[in-house]
């Protein structure tokens, strides 16, 4: 079961100032997503860095509510 995402006050403030260019890959990454697989890399880049210099956000690492669904067989 996934575990649900819930913005606290301070995301939401983050979200709406930050750039449109960026919140889809914020949201992408912090629903668990690996936004590298989902851009190109040049984008991917250029978003994390971004991210990681204005908004102190690193999305080059697992997000919060990442989960590991596989199972063995």
């Known amino acids: 079961m996934n575990k649900p995402v819930t913005l606290?006050?301070?995301q939401q403030l983050l979200l709406v100032r930050m750039p449109c260019r960026l919140r889809?890959?914020?949201?992408?990454w912090l629903l668990g997503f690996d936004p590298y697989f989902l851009m190109s890399r040049e984008t991917y880049y250029r978003h994390a860095e971004?991210?990681?210099t204005k908004?102190?956000?690193?999305?080059?690492?697992?997000?919060?509510?990442?989960?590991s669904d596989r199972q063995t067989i």
């Not at 908004?55 to 989960?67: C, D, F, M, W």
């Open 50 to 52: 971004e991210l990681a």
């Open 55 to 67: 908004y102190g956000i690193e999305i080059r690492k697992k997000s919060p509510y990442y989960q």
């Open 24 to 28: 889809g890959t914020y949201i992408t």
């Open 8 to 10: 606290t006050t301070e």
